[in-house]
């Protein structure tokens, strides 16, 4: 799986995915993540397997947000009814000021701030999957996605500001 807030989506590129370290980030850990068209084949490797497919919310220029939506063409072509589980968006965003492998977000990135920023990006994917693949588009989300439940955003307090205001959440994720 990538690590879904440090890789952005490369059209041009052959390989499936290119790590690259960057010795002032980390050096155990790519900061440098690119995935390519050929990424999406994994999905057709395991028959009779449902996935999870990630966005990236980390990375969020405006360059790497279209990239974003760019990759929801290739994805469609990947993922039916017949193998797609869930959507999720974001990777431990509670560790984006925090995270060693370098800062996503400044000290203000809130939980207010979250669910506005989860909302607004699920709600233009889910604009383009209803262009690119209708039959998956409404598919169920999985979040938040928090690498825990002490860390700098409060998995309860997510819910309490709006996290699933449309009424599309069906699991949660919390990795401790």
């Not at 490369?10 to 995935?35: H, K, M």
């Not at 990375?59 to 990947?78: M, V, W």
């Not at 207010?112 to 989300?141: E, H």
Request: glycine share 6%; net charge neutral.
């Amino acid at each position: 799986m990538l690590r879904r807030d440090y890789a952005v989506f490369e059209r041009n590129q052959t390989a499936a995915t290119i790590g690259t370290i960057v010795p002032s980030r980390a050096l155990d850990y790519p900061w440098l993540v690119t995935f390519g068209p050929a990424y999406f084949e994994s999905y057709q490797t395991w028959p009779n397997t449902k996935f999870v497919h990630g966005f990236n919310l980390g990375r969020n220029t405006t360059l790497e947000r279209n990239k974003l939506l760019e990759s929801i063409d290739f994805a469609c072509k990947a993922l039916t009814p017949a193998n797609l589980l869930y959507w999720e968006l974001g990777n431990e965003p509670d560790l984006f000021k925090t995270a060693a492998q370098g800062i996503m977000r400044t000290g203000n990135y809130s939980e207010s701030v979250y669910v506005q920023d989860w909302t607004t990006l699920k709600r233009s994917i889910i604009s383009k999957l209803k262009q690119a693949c209708p039959s998956v588009a409404n598919f169920d989300w999985m979040a938040p996605s928090f690498a825990g439940t002490h860390n700098s955003l409060d998995p309860v307090k997510v819910w309490d500001v709006g996290l699933n205001t449309d009424k599309d959440i069906a699991q949660i994720s919390s990795h401790k």
